[in-house]
T-cell receptor
Framework: GENVEQHPSTLSVQEGDSAVIKCTYS??????FPWYKQELGKGPQLIID?????GEKKDQRIAVTLNKTAKHFSLHITETQPEDSAVYFC?????????????FGTGTRLQVTL | DTAVSQTPKYLVTQMGNDKSIKCEQN?????MYWYKQDSKKFLKIMFS???????INETVPNRFSPKSPDKAHLNLHINSLELGDSAVYFC????????????FGNGTRLTVT
């Protein structure tokens, strides 16, 4: 099955700096890679996603890059703000017909300090 | 309106009891899921239903029985609760289960004492 590794597990940055979270996946058949943000006491919320036919996608301060050959994808947050503090999850989706499923990384706790 | 709502938010119970968690989505999605998040925040899929049909059962003990009366609801019943069942359980839905985004509820924190 698919295995998604995520690094780092914790990340502390100063407000205004950039944050980068990296993930690798094992199954080359995976074709959809969403990123989720989970705030305390809430469910994960989709913040950006990328499909395997695209190398990069940007939405305001967040961007995601995908290297299909190396099976790497990364989340970049620029000009971080205190409200960016949360746990971030990457995930990889593999379509296998009826049993398609999303496999999550182990999460990165991002702390943005003033 | 909350898109994916699950109740209760907190559930504290003793070992051996039977409990249920309810989930409803008003997004018109065809696929619903249950995920378990352990104390280390790891998210693992338990079940997936598409239009009331079970699609994925990820080697979950048969003490856990999902029930989908219609495609907008996916409830989770747990028999003979054990200490190790303590976790946060998330319900989610997606349009069609085919690389479409998942929408999560806010979770049910289950504590078994």
């Amino acid at each position: 099955g698919e295995n998604v590794e995520q690094h780092p597990s914790t990340l502390s940055v100063q407000e205004g700096d950039s944050a980068v979270i990296k993930c690798t996946y094992s199954d080359s058949a995976s074709n959809y890679f969403p990123w989720y943000k989970q705030e305390l006491g809430k469910g994960p919320q989709l913040i950006i996603d990328i499909r395997s036919n695209v190398g990069e996608k940007k939405d305001q301060r967040i961007a995601v890059t995908l290297n299909k050959t190396a099976k790497h994808f990364s989340l970049h947050i620029t000009e971080t703000q205190p409200e960016d503090s949360a746990v971030y999850f990457c995930a990889a989706f593999k379509n296998t017909g009826t049993a398609s499923k999303l496999t999550f990384g182990t999460g990165t706790r991002l702390q943005v300090t003033l | 309106d909350t898109a994916v709502s699950q109740t209760p938010k907190y559930l504290v119970t003793q070992m051996g009891n039977d409990k249920s968690i309810k989930c409803e989505q008003n997004l018109g999605h065809d696929t619903m899921y249950w995920y378990k998040q352990d104390s280390k925040k790891f998210l693992k899929i338990m079940f997936s239903y598409n239009n009331k049909e079970l699609i994925i059962n990820e080697t979950v003990p048969n003490r856990f029985s999902p029930k989908s009366p219609d495609k907008a609801h996916l409830n989770l019943h747990i028999n003979s609760l054990e200490l190790g069942d303590s976790a946060v359980y998330f319900c989610a839905s997606s349009q069609d289960g085919n690389n479409s985004p998942l929408h999560f509820g806010n979770g049910t924190r289950l504590t078994v004492t």
